[in-house]
């Protein structure tokens, strides 16, 4: 019963997560790239790769930057970059990072 709940309720949730635009992502993607790389990857460690990340994740942890929820490492930084980034914007950045290969 508890499966088919959680299942239920992810099917009900997650398409709200996915309404991001992976082309408009790809255009919007320019400042990302100095340091989580051209195609997601990063290639300096202290850099996260975003490539293949869930969409949702990605959307939340863009989310949780901009409302000064995260700390520590690089969340400054992140900070300064997500604070003119609009919701679509974060949705779109998400789509189009979760669209490319790991």
Same mark, same amino acid.
């Given at each position: 019963? &508890? ?8 099917? $009900? ?6 309404? @991001? #635009?992976?082309?408009? @992502?790809?255009?919007? $993607? @320019?400042?990302?790239? $100095? ?11 202290? %850099?996260?790769?975003?490539? @293949?990340?869930? $969409? ?9 930057? &901009? ?19 609009? #919701?679509? #914007? ?6 189009? %990072? ?5």
């Amino acid at each position: 019963m &508890k499966t088919w709940l959680i299942g239920a309720l992810m099917a $009900a949730v997650l398409p709200a997560w996915a309404a @991001g #635009d992976a082309q408009r @992502g790809a255009e919007k $993607a @320019g400042s990302c790239m $100095a340091c989580h790389g051209a195609e997601g990857k990063a290639t300096v460690p202290l %850099y996260p790769s975003l490539a @293949g990340q869930h $969409a949702p994740y990605l959307e939340h942890a863009l989310q949780a930057y &901009k409302k000064g929820e995260r700390s520590g490492g690089q969340a400054e930084v992140m900070k300064a970059f997500v604070a003119g980034l609009s #919701d679509d #914007d974060m949705a779109d950045l998400a789509a189009y %990072y979760s669209s490319l290969q790991p």
